[in-house]
């Protein structure tokens, strides 16, 4: 078995479990590569890292085809970039060391047990489709046009609304005049959408969410589309800018560009170990059933 480690060190990362869990590696013979600005970040906080990791440094996408699964080490911020790199070529691992942890179901006490299940082929897959977005002009995210969780077009100007044209298949559907806008798909449904008043879909749902964030119409309302619908956006503004962002990253833009969403060519597929399932993660990260007053 051989892995691909992404992460991020947060103020929760355990470093001296981390150290233990290189060595239960070394102890097992399971090959790794560490990607290198994870690689970074270690050296950074453990001296010796580089003895440890510097024969195993992964810099290049191209070094994922020899690996049998990735984990990613960090939160849901951390996990959302990872799925942006190994998506449609191994299964990713979310290790919780942040916060929530809707996509790290791992906490850090279970990463030893969760490898060996994986080592006995104790697991299953589950696979999440994203999005893509292509746009005119062209290349508004670069190489990844891809997120797993979300697409937002938002205003720039604290005290502006901005008007997104919004088209379904090339067909007029509404001007939406507000805050913004927000195209989730179904991972992506507890997170930035669910707080706009974005109804939670199952993954397994065929289905894209748009939420308007902060609508001037009372009327206007979160709508349900099939995922295999074209979504195109224009943009109207009073400033001539706003941000758009695709899961974790953000970028500015004119209110010229011309903006197309659609469901992504390959899926992430999920890695999931026994005890782990999309039900209990949205029942005990949304605390239901839970009553603070007993």
């Known amino acids: 078995m051989k892995l691909a480690i992404f992460g991020r060190i947060t103020e929760r990362t355990d470093l001296g479990l981390l150290r233990r869990f290189f060595t239960f590696l070394e102890e097992k013979s399971i090959e790794y590569l560490v990607h290198y600005k994870y690689a970074e970040e270690l050296e950074s906080r453990l001296k010796d890292w580089a003895q440890i990791v510097s024969p195993y440094l992964m810099t290049t996408e191209a070094e994922l085809e020899g690996c049998d699964f990735a984990y990613s080490f960090g939160g849901d911020g951390t996990f959302l970039n990872t799925a942006m790199v190994v998506r449609g070529i191994v299964p990713v691992l979310g290790v919780n060391f942040g916060r929530l ?3 790290t179901t791992v906490t850090q006490a279970n990463l030893f047990s ?20 292509d746009s005119s002009p062209d290349g508004l995210f670069g190489a990844y046009n891809f997120g797993l969780n979300d697409f937002t077009i938002h205003k720039s100007e604290s005290n502006e609304m901005i008007t ?3 088209y379904i ?5 509404n001007s939406y005049w507000g805050d913004g806008l927000i195209i989730s798909t179904p991972t992506g449904s507890t997170a930035y ?26 009327t206007v309302r979160p709508m349900i589309l099939a995922d ?67």
């Open 101 to 103: 942890g809707f996509l």
């Open 228 to 294: 295999d619908s074209v979504i195109s956006l224009s943009l109207e503004t009073r400033t001539g800018r706003a941000m758009v962002a695709l899961d974790t990253r953000t970028v500015p833009v004119e209110d010229h560009v011309e903006i197309a969403i659609r469901k992504s060519k390959a899926p992430v597929m999920i890695v999931r170990v026994q005890g782990s399932s999309y039900l209990d993660s949205l029942r005990g990260r949304l605390m239901w059933g839970t009553d603070k007053r007993n």
């Open 114 to 133: 969760a490898t060996e299940e994986i080592m006995k082929d104790m697991y299953r897959i589950e696979k999440r489709w994203g999005i893509e977005v």
């Open 169 to 173: 298949n090339g067909e007029f559907l």
């Open 164 to 166: 997104v044209h919004t």
């Open 193 to 218: 959408s669910l707080s706009c008043g974005g109804p939670i879909i199952h993954p397994q749902a065929n289905s894209l969410v748009m939420t308007p964030v902060a609508p001037h119409s009372l």
